[in-house]
């Protein structure tokens, strides 16, 4: 094992810059080899960095996770002996028979999903292991850098493109970056309530200055990327997260004003939006169509791998085999624009469940934690589950290698003081001290 400080140096040098700043862009969180070497990167930075005991409660997250690795191995290793049906024309593809085995159609999409895996894994892990060293509120405010500067690209993009940025530059989809925004919001809420509460009791005002800018230059950003679906479930995240954690800190007169303000943000975000639909800005219509059209054909994917799928990361070469609509057959569709539908799809009935008791593993991890303690990191990790399990359901963002990976690392930190078995003073630190 390497020193304790050439430690410190890997974990904040090489870890955020890998997680919130690499990874988050386009042309990087999707390119293969740059995936690949993020993975790698990852890797070795686990190597390195010594991961604290777990108590016995991280098996039901550790067993599940396994077995998720595991079904995408299997799926990639059928491939490459061949176990593939055809992808070509509808009449020449041969779909129609179940796939009780996890075969998949083709051998670069399930290796991409597996680094995805890996990267999103391992990000965790990195997470869990620094978090015994670096407060929370350090990962917190790595996170809402990132969101400012991805979300400042991304507006720069709708004001001026294409005359000031590449299209290199930028997000998959304003979905993508809307959630990315979200869960930065969620953390500067849960970073600067104390303080700006702090200073409004002893009458510094001009102190709060700085973190509402902050906040309200986060708000523009996620308002500017025009995802109806990223504001909505941003605002009921945030008032979640009033109800949750932030509501036992103040008084009803501070609570009543800041559920006024949410009030207030949620009436603007409605009017910008009737202003869009009056003046057309954006597709609604043709966007809502897509989405069922795409529901529509995905569901006829749903018989042909009913345990197994049809393998990871195929979406894109199973959906043109059985599309009927002439309109999405004009572009590739590489996501389901639903990443249960999408799990569902491609891994079939038993990789949705390992999915989901992961899932649910981390919310069982988080209450107890917030039970038991009313720890205030992990009530921002509940309403950041929230808000991307909710934002899932009609978008692919946690399929995005970066915003998975970023929010996976901060979950992860969360998560060391509800996992970690540690003994004596770092047992009774509250992690976002």
Known sequence: MLSTSLQRLIAFALVPGLIFFALPAYRAGNDPLVLTGAAAALSLCLLTVSLPRIRGSALHLILPLGLIMLVQLLALGANSLGCAPPVAAATAADL??????????????????????????ASGLLGFAVAGRVPVGRFNALLVFAALLFGGLGAVRIVFDPL???????FVNPNSLSTLLVVGLLCWMQQSSGPVIDHLRSGRFTAVTGPLLLGLLLVVALVMTQSRLGMFVGLCACGLLVLVELGRRMTRYQ?????????????AVVALQAVAWINQVGDIHGSLLSRLSIYEQGAQLWLKGIVFGVGGGTFEVVLPVVNTDPVLAEKLWTKAHSTYLALYIEQGIFGLIVHLYAFAAVVLILLGEWWRRRSSAAGLGLVIVFAIGAHSVFDFSMEIPGVAASVAAVLGAILHSGLAATDGPEAA???DV
């Open 255 to 267: 609570l009543l004003h800041l559920a006024t303000l949410l009030v207030v943000l949620a009436l």
């Open 96 to 121: 129609s028979a179940q796939q009780w085995f996890p075969c998949t159609l083709r051998f670069g999409n399930s290796l991409y999903a597996l680094l995805q895996t890996w990267v999103v894994i």
């Open 429 to 431: 630190l509250e992690p």
């Open 164 to 170: 000031v940025l590449p299209d290199s530059a930028g």
